[in-house]
């Protein structure tokens, strides 16, 4: 069954939900204030990159599922259904999220609404936060309009976003016990087609939704920082955080996933999320329970000042003259997302401390320029590496993992390399005759 759709936010979260909706056959509208790019999206370009999501929005914009607006009233007119997908970035000297974009989309949709509709959002937002929106709704609405409100959070992971949300490993739908309304049966219909896949469907209070979120980004976040201190006590002891992370991974209780020792995670997610899991647990009385997420938190940014230590150490004690070239730029491979990138992080600290600093990454050098204009960016791996005293990967793009120690080796000025991801085969290297260090790893 097809269903009118709007999709409130084109970022990465909504255009890619938009998408993937009009994917599964529904008719959608992107909706958004940024003209630009609604623009780009109209005209079957994606603005970030995103495996397989330009075939997607070309191909539903082409056959008419597909369309994109800045109006308002049009998505109001036009759809019953309505998902909120705009940004929750961290607040500027502060731990919690601003939420001034969520709450700018229901105070203008909601007075719009003339029949009944359901709004479901899928922005990371606070707990508590779809109680409150859901009394400012009842508070907007025409009188005698019924507008529900859930909360259906995202998991997608960048690099596999169409996937996660066309194959979701689970569907979650926070609903108001309440006031259940309509929406498990509208979700139903606008997954229909995923959950005749089995996809485990849960349906739960709304806070237990918003926390199903951010519970997972935090336990995502302490696994890897727990992994990266384990590195730190590898280095002290002479032992090898890769071997150990393998030993400890075939333990089916822990598993091997998220257990890559190295510079730390970044992006738009998990740091702001877990900060402002944090900030919120201190608002409703919690804050003892999450105090675990400041460490998980010091030791990932402790990653980004090791690594610059490290490379300090491999060009004699002082960066001050030298040329470093720095192999990765986005948090992660297959994104070209550089939003609190350990790698251009570390690579602006390097230049700080006197060197010339030249940067590649296959997809996130126009980002990357304008957070670091500063940085010098080259247009391959090799061009990056010439004349180098020293080579950092920091991004475990696939080009990097399979470059040729030897061909690599004609560019430098001195076969030097640090591996930031524990991403390459450190024997290799070395009998390629390059001084090779990683985090963690003798």
Known sequence: MSCRIAVFGTGYLGATHAACMAELGHEVLGVDVDTSKLAKLGSGEVPFYEPGLEEILKRNIENGRLRFTASYEEAADFADNHFIGVGTPQKRGEYAADLTCVDAVVDTLAPLLDRP???FGKSTVPVGTAERIGRRVRQLVPNGVEVDVAWNPEFLRE????RDTLHPDRLVLGVDRNRPGRAEEVAREVYARLLSEDIPFLVTDLATAELVKTAANAFLATKISFINAMAEVCEMAGADVSVLADAIGYDARIGRRFLNAGIGFGGGCLPKDIRAFM?????????EALTFLREVDNINMRRRTRMVELAREAVGG???????????????????DVRDSPALSI?????????????????????????????NYATSAIEACANADLVLVLTEWNEFLV??????????????IIDGRNCLDSQ????????????GRV
């Open 279 to 287: 900030a919120r647990a201190g608002e409703i009385g919690a804050d």
């Open 318 to 336: 002082t960066l001050l003259g030298t040329s470093v070239a720095v192999l990765g730029a986005a948090f992660k491979p297959d994104s070209d």
């Open 159 to 162: 690099g596999y976003a169409v």
């Open 117 to 119: 509709s359901v709004i």
């Open 347 to 375: 690579a602006g600290q390097i230049q700080l401390q006197g060197a010339s600093v030249n940067v590649f990454d296959p997809k996130a050098m126009e980002n990357s320029r304008a957070v670091f204009p500063t940085l």
């Open 428 to 439: 290799v290297w070395r009998d390629a005759g390059w001084a090779f260090r990683a985090l």
């Open 403 to 416: 470059l040729d120690p030897q061909v690599l080796r004609k560019a430098v000025r001195r076969p030097s």
